[in-house]
C-alpha cells in the first residue's frame, strides 16, 4: 500500500519535471531572443526573436516537437486569458488613440484583409503542391 502512494507520488513528480523542462525549453528560446536583441540593438522585439529562434530549432530538429507539446497545448488552451493585459493597455491608452480612431481602424481592416489574403492563398498553395 505505501508503495503505491510513494509510486504515484513519483509519477506525478515525473510529470511536473516533464513539464518544467518543456517550459524551460520555450523559455531559454524567449530569453535568447531577448538576449540577442539587446546586445544587437535590433529593431525587431526579443520576443519575435524568440518565436523566430523556436521556429528554426523546431524547422532543424534541433528541438522535437514532443519537447514542448503538453506545454503548448496548456498555453493554447489559455489564449485568451493570456491577451487580457493587452486588452487592458490598450483600454487605458485609448485617449492617446481619441484623435485617431478612423485610421486606428483603417489600419486593424487593412492588416486583418492581408493577413486573411495571405493565409488563404498558403492554404491554397499548399493544397496544390500537396495533391501533386
Given amino acids: 500500500m505505501w ?15 516533464k513539464h518544467l523542462r518543456q517550459l524551460a525549453i520555450i523559455l531559454a528560446a524567449y530569453f535568447l531572443g531577448v538576449i540577442l536583441q539587446w546586445a544587437l540593438n535590433l529593431p525587431i522585439p526579443g520576443t519575435v526573436l ?34 487580457v493585459p493587452a486588452g487592458v493597455g490598450l483600454m487605458t491608452a485609448l485617449g492617446l488613440l481619441s484623435g485617431k480612431l478612423i485610421q486606428f481602424f483603417i489600419i486593424i481592416f487593412i492588416s486583418t484583409s492581408v493577413v486573411f489574403i495571405v493565409t488563404a492563398s498558403t492554404v491554397k498553395f499548399l493544397r496544390k503542391a500537396c495533391s501533386k
Fill in 3 to 17: 508503495y503505491d502512494q510513494y509510486t504515484s507520488h513519483l509519477k506525478k513528480e515525473g510529470v511536473f519535471l
Fill in 50 to 83: 524568440g518565436l523566430i529562434i523556436l521556429f528554426l530549432a523546431l524547422s532543424f530538429g534541433i528541438v522535437k516537437t514532443e519537447m514542448i507539446e503538453d506545454v503548448c497545448d496548456v498555453l493554447i488552451s489559455h489564449m485568451s486569458f493570456l491577451f
